[in-house]
């Protein structure tokens, strides 16, 4: 059976589930509700772990040594069971390594690592994956943590470090395009509009982006996330709902023109026989 694990200082408290390692409320002791904690009408998840695709797959296959194997979006580590524990006063530990029910799936040994660290406001997500056999281990990784907006998104805009042009990746049939659109020009900030996501998200291939914050217009509630190193980031919601999702990610869906093979699919990681990867993104909330 899940349970939930909890962190607490003097600005922030939070609880983590061991299925999926997510991430299930974030609150701030002065009662400001920052992650939007699920609906059954809409989209019941809160912050699922992305492992070890992020988005789709053509057909949800893919091939390894002429083997077919089937996955679904985002993988399984969100349906998965954790060994989940406290390593310190501020510092959760959520492991997941292979088994019978993932290598029917996904014939890979590994071991994957989340690390939540509560610093005053800020809450660092590590992920870190090791590959504890001889042979080479494919993956991707990303975070898919979804902020409330009580008010809805268009009381909401998008702030960047510095002045940019931002153009979204188009896909199309779940296939990642080399087209791309203008959604700003010659701007930091990026107003959020329900239309923008009527059927799709917005899909950044991340160039120069390191941080960007999720900003009230009429307060001073603030939600930045810094991602340094990922090399995308996307942001989703269905219309109308009080979610915005801010996803930084080490992987995308299938490329225009590739091929099944896991090993040649696009912004996959290769790690070698016994070598580790880490990734982290750090969240800072005001209010």
Request: proline residues 3%.
């Amino acid at each position: 059976m899940s349970t939930i694990l909890k962190l607490e200082n003097d600005f922030l408290k939070l609880g983590v589930s061991t299925k999926g390692a997510e991430l299930m409320y974030i609150y701030s002791q002065k009662g400001t509700q920052f992650l939007w904690e699920g609906s059954e009408k809409s989209w019941n998840d809160r912050a699922p772990i992305l492992f070890p695709i992020c988005s789709r797959l053509r057909n949800n296959q893919y091939t390894h040594k002429g083997k077919t194997y089937d996955m679904g979006m985002h993988g399984f580590a969100m349906f998965k069971e954790f060994k989940g524990e406290k390593i310190s006063d501020n510092v959760l530990k959520f492991t997941l390594v292979a088994d019978e029910e993932t290598r029917v799936c996904y014939p890979f040994d590994f071991e994957l690592n989340i690390y939540y660290e509560l610093l005053e406001n800020k809450l660092n997500v590590r992920y870190e994956v090791k590959n504890p056999a001889e042979s080479e281990l494919y993956f991707s990784i990303g975070a898919h943590e979804g902020y409330y907006c009580p008010e809805g998104i268009e009381e909401y805009y998008i702030e960047f470090d510095n002045v940019r042009n931002l153009d979204r990746t188009i896909t199309e049939n779940g296939v990642t395009t080399s087209k791309t659109e203008r959604m700003m020009t010659n701007s930091k900030i990026f107003p959020l509009k329900n239309d923008y996501f009527v059927g799709k998200s917005i899909i950044l291939k991340n160039t120069d982006i390191d941080r960007m914050a999720l900003v009230h217009k009429n307060s001073s509630k603030r939600i930045t996330v810094d991602f340094k190193g990922f090399p995308w980031f996307l942001l989703w919601t269905i219309p109308g709902e009080q979610y915005i999702c801010l996803e930084p990610w080490h992987g995308i869906c299938d490329m225009e023109g590739s091929n099944f093979e896991i090993s040649e699919k696009g912004s996959i990681i290769t790690l070698k026989g016994h070598e580790a990867f880490e990734t982290v993104h750090t969240i800072t909330f005001e209010e």
